[in-house]
Structures are given as structure tokens and as C-alpha cells.
């Protein structure tokens, strides 16, 4: 498999730890957002939806971080990393797409980049902006996991998806300087979960094109 990749996107960084947990060998292509090479007709033809990651496999192009996620557990299925319940399954996917769906899209580069510019909103406002919906996502994901999880994972005993979306959500809120003190649980399953080699294998300081 080819993975297109971006050192700090925390949507490729989920895809890295499942393909790292699930034990399957990929290629890393770098995808450098900073001078829009998504925006390049070659990234284009491949990934019309011109956002990283996208992932190869066999020829196919996906992209979506969660179709993908889901596509490698169906391909793979072991480890899972979602229960075998479809009540716990319905549960876990609540967790992973409210960072995914509700939090992630607001804080994404080209949202920023575009409040900006034509918005003309400067740093200050923009930093304001990501914090404000960092909070706000994160303060339900606090109550869910600390009922759901056991203090080490968003949900049950064991890694699921709810966790590989949660580690690169909080390392990217540390990035730019949240304050995640109201945020015990969250923390505590992130420094947790960190220490794993698949983790720490697909953490953005890991990555061949960080700098
Ligand atoms: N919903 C998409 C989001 C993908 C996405 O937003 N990727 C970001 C990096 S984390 C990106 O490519 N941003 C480029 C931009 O905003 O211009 C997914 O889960 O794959």
C-alpha cells in the first residue's frame, strides 16, 4: 500500500497508527501542505478531493481518513479496532466521527488559511478560533470516555478506532497551545496510548518528511 501523507495532518496520523497496529507494510508519500502540493494537478488526477491522506492499495485510491479505516478493517480485521457488539460498534463510530466530522473540519488548514485571507482575521483571532472549537469538541469527548473508557482508552479495555482518532486531535490542540487541563481523561488515554509502538511509529516527530 501507498500512503500520501503530511508529517502534522492528524487525519493521515490516524491512518498511520491503524496500518502500524494492524502490522501492514505501506510506503510513505510525501505530501507537502505548506506549498500546496494537494493543490497540484498530479495530487488532483490521483485524489480529486485534494486532502491528505490518501491511501493505494492494488491500484484503488481512497480517500477519507474513516473510509479508509474502515476499508482496513475489513481487509484486515485483526487486530479490531472496533468491539464485536454492534450497540459498542455504533458507540465507538460516535466517538471517532465526532472528532472526525464536528471537530476536525473547523480547524483544518484551508478553514484557517481562509479566515486569514479574504477574511483578514489575524493570528490572534484565527488562535481564538481553533481554540474555541477545540473546547468545544473536547468537552463532550471528556464526559463520553471517562463513562465509556477505563481510564487508558475512549472506549472499553482495548484500542479502537475512538483512540486513533484521539491521539492526533491532541497532539494537534497541543500544538497550538490549547489548555487541556479540563480534559483528565483525554489526557491520560493519550499518554497512555503515545508509549505504543504503533503510535509512536506514526507520531508526526516520526515521520521521514518532519521538519
Ligand atoms: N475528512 C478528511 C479530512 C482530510 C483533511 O482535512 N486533511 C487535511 C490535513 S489533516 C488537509 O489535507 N488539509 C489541506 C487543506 O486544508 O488545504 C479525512 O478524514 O480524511
Given at each position: ?53 490518501a ?10 481518513s ?88 475512549a ?44 503510535f ?12
Open positions: 500500500m501507498k500512503l500520501y501523507t503530511y508529517f502534522r495532518s492528524s487525519a493521515a496520523y490516524r491512518v498511520r497508527i491503524a496500518l502500524n497496529l494492524k502490522g501492514i507494510p505501506f510506503e510513505s508519500i510525501a505530501v507537502d501542505l505548506r506549498p500546496g502540493m494537494h493543490h497540484s494537478p498530479a495530487y488532483l488526477a490521483m485524489n480529486p478531493q485534494g486532502l491528505v491522506p491511501l493505494e492499495d492494488g491500484g484503488t485510491v481512497f480517500s477519507q474513516l473510509a479508509i479505516l474502515e476499508y482496513l478493517e475489513e481487509t484486515h480485521p485483526q487486530p479490531p479496532l472496533l468491539p464485536s457488539a454492534p450497540v459498542d460498534r455504533a458507540r465507538v463510530r460516535s466517538l471517532a466521527l465526532s472528532i472526525a466530522c464536528d471537530l476536525h473540519p473547523l480547524n483544518n488548514l484551508r478553514v484557517l488559511n481562509y479566515l486569514r485571507s479574504p477574511l483578514g482575521q489575524d493570528e490572534a483571532a484565527v488562535n481564538t478560533w481553533y481554540r474555541h472549537w477545540i473546547a468545544e469538541g473536547l468537552r463532550g469527548l471528556e464526559v463520553e470516555t471517562s463513562r465509556l473508557g477505563d481510564g487508558r482508552h472506549f472499553g479495555a482495548g484500542i479502537t478506532l475512538a483512540d486513533v482518532c484521539l491521539v492526533p486531535q491532541l497532539f494537534n490542540a497541543r500544538r497550538f497551545n490549547c489548555d487541556l487541563a479540563p480534559y483528565p481523561t483525554l489526557r491520560s488515554i493519550s499518554e497512555h496510548l503515545e508509549l505504543f509502538p504503533a509512536a511509529r506514526a507520531a508526526p516527530a516520526a515521520q521521514p518528511d518532519a521538519c
